[in-house]
Nanobody, 122 residues
């Protein structure tokens, strides 16, 4: 069992930055791949980024490639999403999720956090 709690969301102007954190409980965190997804109002939840258990492999959605960075600290049971050059279209609720193997689909992930709101004003 893995429990996930996101934090770090907020309101930021376009071009600004935010750093999201996802704290995990449970002894299996270091063996889980982790992912970030987001869901805007009226839209389906979409993939943002994923990182494998060791942190050595990452993968990003085209829409955030070069602006967002996913990382993890297994000693702290935490995964991060550094978001730079934010755009209004990045506005969404951001969720972290845990999986046995990295993936880009929501069905691949077993455990989900409650989400944190990110709002980017123009």
């Amino acid at each position: 069992q893995v429990e996930l709690v996101e934090s770090g969301g907020g309101l930021v102007q376009a071009g600004g930055s935010l750093r999201l954190s996802c704290a995990a409980s449970g002894r299996t965190f270091s063996s889980n791949a982790m992912g970030w997804f987001r869901q805007a109002p009226g839209k389906e939840r979409e993939f943002v980024a994923t990182i494998n258990w060791s942190g050595l492999r990452t993968y990003y959605a085209d829409s955030v490639e070069g602006r967002f960075t996913i990382s993890r600290d297994n000693a702290k049971n935490t995964v991060y999403l550094e978001m730079n050059s934010l755009k209004p279209e990045d506005t969404a609720v951001y969720y972290c999720a845990a999986s046995v193997i990295s993936g880009v689909t929501t069905t691949r992930y077993t455990y989900w956090g409650q989400g944190t709101q990110v709002t980017v004003s123009s």
